[in-house]
């Protein structure tokens, strides 16, 4: 069982920088899509940035801003927020799906609340 646990989360201020964490349980990055995703409040969960073997994705409301990567050795995903918009908002959760049958593991999430 795949276990994700994600940190970093916090408050600041309009156009400001922070870092999240996503530590996973055992090395999955082979054989695993890994992803970040967040809700603001009234709203539905909505896919931000992917990454699998060196390729990134990014959601059109997060290109340019936000950089998702990895560190192997760490088991650790991470997605870098610059340029903070009160709009960024919202519950930060953690995602693998593993490429060969689709099975997905969730973080239970970390808050970022970006003052105006």
């Known amino acids: 069982q795949v276990q994700l646990v994600e940190s970093g989360g916090g408050l600041v201020q309009n156009g400001g920088s922070l870092r999240l964490s996503c530590a996973a349980s055992?090395?999955?990055?082979?054989?695993?899509?890994m992803g970040w995703y967040r809700q603001a409040p009234g709203k539905q969960r909505e896919w931000a940035a992917s990454i699998s073997s060196g390729t990134t994705n990014y959601a059109n409301s997060v290109r340019g801003r936000f950089t998702i990567s990895r560190d192997t050795a760490k088991n650790t995903v991470y997605l870098q927020m610059n340029s903070l918009k009160p709009e960024d908002t919202a519950v930060y959760y953690c995602k693998a799906r593993q490429i060969m049958n689709g099975a997905e593991y969730w973080g239970q999430g970390t808050q970022v609340t970006v003052s105006s």
């Open positions: 055992e090395n999955i990055f082979s054989i695993y899509v």
